[in-house]
């Protein structure tokens, strides 16, 4: 990098406007994994983050000329994903609807993740490159509950500026003041959005949430619980998957808005899948961490084929070493995991 004169941080600001491409894609490089995260946050889903990301870099390589120094790259770059966000949820294309959803019965149900049909899971693996190491400033933004399935369903019913401005301000630890530079907002706007959005996430998370643990990776207990089901599901044993779900376990399927209240109805939603004559076929699962959270990528190899094809993923919460919720998605997040979505039978047998 040229030059002697000045701090570090106005030399890196001069270069940055100037064009270095190489000190621009290092600052940017450094700060991926983190946008990421960001934008999976105001979306809720993790393919239209991944879309967010390049965009949110193409308009900071754009608009580099504006970049004058005085926050951090990071947080310039912060401020043009959150804007980045906002157009895309303002877009007729990927305008997002809240939808009702409904449970065995076909009668309407209350469930946050349930009614957010877009919602998709984030492998841990991704999430880990995006953590800052322990003690450092930015470590809340992945440390903190703010990656569980329960409260990035419960963000999306809110209004997209409500939903920035929680974001920045409880998750990414901004300021009042520096919210309000980032969103064009007043600081009393700002605050008063902040108090709208609180209001609404207590209603819409869990009761029960307080009892769960903290977002840093499933614990020994989980682990242990997962590799039970794993071998449950492997077998198509209900007994055993019975044995694994507490009474009140509910099962919910946002990309079809279904909800199954109670292990009675999870049951019976499993055994003709799983069981007699009209089962899919033979099952196999693998076990993988999404969302801070034990899951569970499920393949099935159905009568005359050779592979097992990829169904879905199963993420858990476990509260009391029982299954208290079961969140079910499509398979199409699963090579973001590094899992195949299909397996030959020798992978299978592993």
């Known amino acids: 990098m040229g030059g002697t004169g000045g701090s ?45 990301v390049q965009e949110t870099l193409l308009r900071a390589w754009r608009g580099r000329e504006g970049f004058a120094g005085r926050s951090s790259f990071r947080a310039w770059l912060y401020g043009i994903a959150t804007h980045a966000c906002l157009d895309a949820l303002d877009r007729p294309a990927r305008r997002r609807e809240i939808a009702v959803a409904v449970d065995s019965s076909g009668g309407s149900a209350d469930s946050a993740p349930a009614e957010v049909p877009w919602l998709q899971p984030c492998p841990d693996a991704l999430l880990d490159l995006a953590a800052p190491a322990d003690g450092e400033p930015e470590a809340a933004a992945i440390a903190r509950e703010t990656v569980e399935l329960a409260f990035l369903a419960a963000i999306q019913h809110l209004p997209p500026r409500q939903r920035a401005v929680l974001i920045l301000r409880d998750v990414a630890g901004w300021s009042a003041r520096e919210t309000s530079g980032a969103l064009e907002m007043s600081v009393a706007s700002v605050k008063s959005a902040l108090q709208r959005a609180r209001a609404t996430l207590r209603e819409k998370l869990p009761e029960r949430r307080a009892e769960w643990r903290a977002a840093t990776g499933p614990g020994e207990e989980e682990r242990a619980l997962l590799r039970r089901y794993v071998d449950a599901s492997r077998r198509a044993d209900l007994s055993e998957l019975a044995a694994l779900l507490r009474e009140d376990a509910r099962q919910t399927m946002p990309p079809d808005r279904l909800v199954f209240d109670g292990r009675a109805a999870i049951l019976d939603m499993w055994r003709p899948v799983l069981e007699g004559d009209r089962a899919w076929g033979e099952w196999h699962s693998v076990p993988f961490a999404a969302n801070r959270q034990p899951a569970v990528a499920n393949y099935v190899r159905r009568p005359g084929e050779e592979v097992y094809t990829a169904v879905n993923i199963d993420v858990l919460c476990v509260v009391g070493g029982l299954i208290a919720e079961i969140t079910t998605f499509g398979p199409e997040t699963l090579p973001a995991a590094g899992l195949r979505l299909t397996l030959p039978p020798g992978d299978a047998l592993m």
Do not use: I, P
């Open 8 to 52: 570090v941080e106005e030399r890196v600001a001069e270069a940055v406007r100037a064009g270095d491409e190489a000190v621009f894609a290092g600052l940017a490089d450094a700060c991926r994994h983190e946008l990421r995260v960001h934008c999976y946050r105001m979306l809720g889903s993790f393919t239209d983050a991944e879309d967010l």
